[in-house]
Every structure is written in C-alpha cells, then in structure tokens.
C-alpha cells in the first residue's frame, strides 16, 4: 500500500507560479512510477506529468515547457513546478503513484489561476 499526500495548491494570478508537493508514505521501494493529473471543471482528468523510477520525465503538450516534475529520494517526495499559469490550468491536482500494475492516488489540491 502506498499513501500519497499534496500540499501547495491555492489561488495565483496568470503569469504566476506555484509549486505542488506530494509526500509518499508506505511501499515507497514498490512504486514504477510517479506523476501529476488534473481534471478541470466538465473535462476528463488527465495526465500532465510523470517521473519514472529512472528519473525520465514526460509531459503532455499542454504544459510542456511551463511545468517541471522532479523528486527528492530522500523525503520521498514529488514536486510539480508550475510557471507561467494559465487560467486554463484551473484543476484540481491529483498525485498519482504505480506500483505493479496498481494505482494510487493523493486526494487531491485545487489550484485557481485566475486572470
């Protein structure tokens, strides 16, 4: 079982930053891979950023260049910087972690970009 926690959503204006944080506790050594999603108002959630255990990186286009995942071993923690919001970033930001084939996911932290 793996145990996921974010912290660092909140209300930012266009152009701004903010920088998420998701402390993983629990089976960390079983964990593949980690990353970030996000579902806004009416749209599906989806995947916007994911570290795997070798430490590669992918994003979707929607972020690409504005969004950084990165991660500290040793707190057994994921970050999500986030320059240059958008409104359109408006979510609710999920961590996730996959663990064999099994998914867990953080419960979630609003952030409000707004214009």
């Known amino acids: 079982q793996v145990s996921l926690v974010e912290s660092g959503g909140g209300l930012v204006q266009a152009g701004g930053s903010l920088r998420l944080s998701c402390a993983a506790s629990?089976?960390?050594?079983?964990?593949?891979?980690m990353g970030w999603y996000r579902r806004a108002p009416g749209k599906e959630r989806e995947l916007i950023a994911r570290?795997?255990?070798?430490?590669?990186?992918n994003y979707a286009d929607s972020v690409k260049g504005r969004f950084t995942i990165s991660r500290d071993n040793a707190k057994n923690t994921v970050y999500l910087q986030m320059n240059s919001l958008k409104p359109e970033d408006t979510a609710v930001y999920y961590c996730?972690?996959?663990?064999?084939?099994?998914?867990?996911w953080g419960q979630g932290t609003q952030v409000t970009v707004s214009s």
């Open positions: 570290i795997s255990e070798g430490g590669m990186t």
């Open positions: 629990g089976s960390i050594s079983s964990i593949n891979a």
């Open positions: 996730n972690a996959l663990s064999w084939g099994d998914d867990y």
